[in-house]
């Protein structure tokens, strides 16, 4: 090689690492912009539905407000003109192809979240997180003058940055948002500026007070072939449940449509409804997110029939069109039937409740990376070996349901085949 050509490649070499330190310093900027207001946003959204959950708790009558509660919901998409049915599923579409995600959606769905807890609806807060973190995303991608590809990035960023304040499990939140839009591929080149996003959501999330999501496990069972054998049938078992879980959700959500075709009245029937079961549960337990039942479980304690009513509550509220999300409910559906399935395997309960939130978990998200990391940062590395376990036959067993129906299996579970194909409803 002539002295002129080796100098000709050295300015090439030199030019590609420019490029490259350019783009990650760009991302670093981006995605720390991202995750700090994500942090914010999250972390008062986070303190809000506390409020009205301990609001709430000190005044039980509030759940005769439900309907009320209901048409409150409507009335606020009403007058903020987003249709009332936009949602998680909006943000997932908007990854994939260049559909915008309105900035209206963060003060309507924070709004709306807020009211179903404070009235009592069986909900969540992390679909306000992911819709909340993508229209974040999606106006500092705006403000920035990104392009379609680097708009679907930082909505990434959003997503994991809001999800990472309210739960604090920041690596998580970013295995989450790469790997939920189109499973069996991960958007590699969004995992740095999540990890970024996330990380500093994490940080100033904590800097208001908001604690992240730990459980200390009393004990671990040691790995033997019949602890592993125990873990398997309670995975089976998840996996089933995780479907049941995601079939009950949407068939309320389609049957209620089809029955009371008005937002309005269906969702005031849907409050009416849940004020009936809370009346014969005898409590309002299921009310709610459900996080004390959860570490409850976790605990070792757990009422049997709890997975069951929870289920049905949640299947009430989202299919009836109150906003949340669905996640927290699974945690609670599986810790509470991981409590008592471990018992009647032989697991320790605490265990068990751990494993069960883990897999229904993975099965009804269809991520397992994120469930085995979410297992790590909530319950510790102990027992990682069986962790993997129940998220790996979860998430083969759970089949091509999930949760959210804009959600794209690309490639098989079964097979190295590219099937291309949204989740199945029921």
């Known amino acids: 090689m002539s002295h002129r050509e080796a100098k000709e490649k050295l300015g090439r070499g030199g030019k590609c690492a420019a490029s490259y330190i350019s783009r990650f310093l760009k991302w670093v900027v981006i995605a720390g912009v991202t995750g700090g207001s994500s942090g914010v946003v999250g972390a008062v959204f986070f303190l809000s539905v506390n409020f009205a959950t301990r609001f709430r708790a000190l005044h039980p009558f ?127 080149s969004a995992l740095v500026p999540c990890l970024v996003s996330s990380i500093t959501a994490y940080q100033i999330a904590l800097l208001f007070g908001v604690p992240p999501t730990r459980f200390a496990l009393s004990s671990v069972p040691p790995l033997t072939w019949t602890v592993l054998g125990q873990t398997a049938l309670i995975a089976v078992a998840c996996a089933l449940l995780s479907i049941v879980f995601c079939v009950a959700v949407h068939s309320v959500s389609r049957l209620s449509a089809r ?92 265990f068990g409740a751990a494993l069960g939130l883990s897999a229904v978990f ?24 069986l962790f993997a376990l129940a998220c790996g036959i979860s998430y083969v067993l759970s089949g091509y349901f999930g949760l959210y129906s804009s959600q794209k299996i690309v490639y098989s579970k079964l097979r190295a085949e590219f099937i291309d194909k949204t989740v199945r409803k029921w």
């Open 62 to 188: 509030i759940i005769w407000l439900l309907p009320i509660g209901g048409l409150l919901t409507v009335a606020v998409y009403r007058l903020g003109n987003l249709n009332f049915n936009a949602g998680t599923n909006m943000v997932l579409r908007s990854i994939r192809s260049e559909e915008h995600v309105p900035l209206v959606m963060v003060p309507l769905i924070f709004a709306s979240t807020v009211i179903t807890h404070f009235v009592g609806g069986s909900a969540g807060r992390e679909g306000a997180a992911l819709q909340i973190g993508g229209g974040i995303g999606s106006e500092i991608g705006r403000l920035f003058r990104l392009d379609a590809k680097d708009m679907h990035i930082v909505t990434l960023c959003g997503m994991s940055g809001v999800f990472s304040a309210l739960f604090g499990t920041p690596i998580t939140a970013a295995l989450l948002a790469m790997e939920v839009v189109s499973v069996g591929v991960l958007y590699y």
């Open 259 to 350: 029955i009371i075709p008005s937002d309005y009245l269906r969702i005031a029937a849907g409050g009416a409804l849940l004020i009936a079961l809370t009346l014969l549960s005898g409590a309002q337990e299921y009310n709610g997110a459900g996080m004390n039942a959860v570490a409850s479980a976790v605990a070792g304690n757990a009422r049997p029939e709890a997975f069951l009513l929870k289920l049905v509550f949640t299947a009430v509220t989202i299919g009836t069109g109150f906003k949340g999300g669905e996640i927290i409910p699974s945690f609670f559906i599986g810790a509470t039937f991981g409590c008592f399935a471990g018992g009647l395997v032989g697991l320790p309960p605490g």
């Open 362 to 385: 993975c099965g009804v998200v269809n991520c397992p990376i994120a469930s085995l990391v979410l297992s790590i940062e909530m319950f510790g590395s102990g027992g990682l070996i």
